[in-house]
């Protein structure tokens, strides 16, 4: 029923941006929690960064801190993730994720109900 489409990836270089959202349908958010994740090939899923719907608290993983940005427009049932000085390392299937009647977001993965189909980040000069 609720269902989180990411769009917004791509390549960019080095030190370039990109803003990825996340539509989330079937749900009107409220306390609740959005979530990103990453996973480059060969490497398990990451923690990137987390909003809480209600409190607007933000939470990012040690590795992006500084350069990424979640944020949340409440009207469009939409969040984002601002990446901003991009790294290679940053290279990877980011993924959006929904953890319902929460306020404050865990980092395993196993807490979140839903999950979007992923979209393509790849930094490379």
């Known amino acids: 029923q609720v269902q989180l489409v990411e769009s917004g990836g791509g390549l960019v270089q080095p030190g370039g941006s990109l803003r990825l959202s996340c539509v989330v349908s079937?749900?009107?958010?409220?306390?609740?929690?959005m979530a990103w994740f990453r996973q480059a090939p060969g490497k398990e899923q990451e923690f990137v960064a987390a909003i809480s719907w209600r409190l607007s608290s933000t939470y990012y993983g040690d590795s992006v801190k500084g350069r990424f940005t979640i944020s949340r427009d409440s009207a469009k049932n939409t969040g984002y993730l601002q990446m901003n000085s991009l790294k290679p390392e940053d290279t990877a299937v980011y993924y959006c994720?929904?953890?319902?009647?929460?306020?404050?977001?865990?980092?395993?993965?196993?807490?979140?109900?839903?999950w979007g189909q992923g979209t393509q980040v790849t930094v490379s000069s």
């Open positions: 079937g749900r009107t958010f409220t306390r609740d929690v």
């Open positions: 994720a929904a953890e319902i009647g929460s306020y404050y977001p865990p980092k395993n993965t196993d807490e979140y109900d839903y």
